[in-house]
């Protein structure tokens, strides 16, 4: 009886021989989450911004002309150089000046305005409200034509 064990020997081989499936660890992918925050935090506002740029450069709020004297034009700006000068109005002679800044976008079109200066113009401008940043003019009003107007 000292042969006789609770299983035989085949049993034994049988369930030794048997391969044990072991499955394979599940990778968690890292990269998921920071990529999602970066869009959330960086790519979306980024890109409302420039949707916003770009309707408010696009779109006129208003436009028209006014005459006057340009008394200054100048390029300015630390890294955004823009166009920007100063008409003189007077309505009326010895009634008091008001003074209308403008920002210039076109190059050849500050170009005249310099060439004229001290001549009465009229300067024909579209006004764009809402702009995010300086860096396309200081001011909303944007000229866009220039004409030399005769003095009566």
Same mark, same amino acid.
């Given at each position: ?19 044990? &499936? ?8 890292? @990269?998921?989450?920071? $990529?999602?925050?970066?869009? #959330?935090?960086? *790519? ?28 200054? &034009? ?8 823009? @166009?920007?000068?100063? $008409?003189?109005?007077?309505? #009326?002679?010895? *009634? ?57």
């Amino acid at each position: 009886m000292a042969d006789e064990s609770p299983e035989s020997p085949e049993s034994q081989e049988s369930a030794e021989s048997e391969p044990v &499936i072991i499955a394979p660890a599940r990778r968690r992918r890292r @990269w998921k989450w920071p $990529l999602i925050l970066l869009l #959330v935090f960086v *790519a979306v506002p980024a890109l409302l911004l420039a949707a916003w740029t770009w309707i408010a450069l696009t779109w006129t709020y208003s436009g028209g002309n006014r005459a006057g004297y340009v008394q200054k &034009i100048s390029r300015k700006g630390w890294l955004c150089k823009t @166009w920007e000068g100063e $008409l003189s109005m007077v309505n #009326v002679p010895g *009634a008091a000046q008001e003074r209308w800044l403008f920002s210039v976008r076109n190059d050849s079109v500050a170009h005249v305005i310099e060439s004229s200066m001290g001549q009465k113009v009229a300067l024909a401008y579209e006004e764009h409200k809402g702009l995010p940043t300086s860096c396309f003019g200081e001011t909303q009003y944007f000229v866009t034509g220039v004409r030399r107007v005769a003095e009566p």
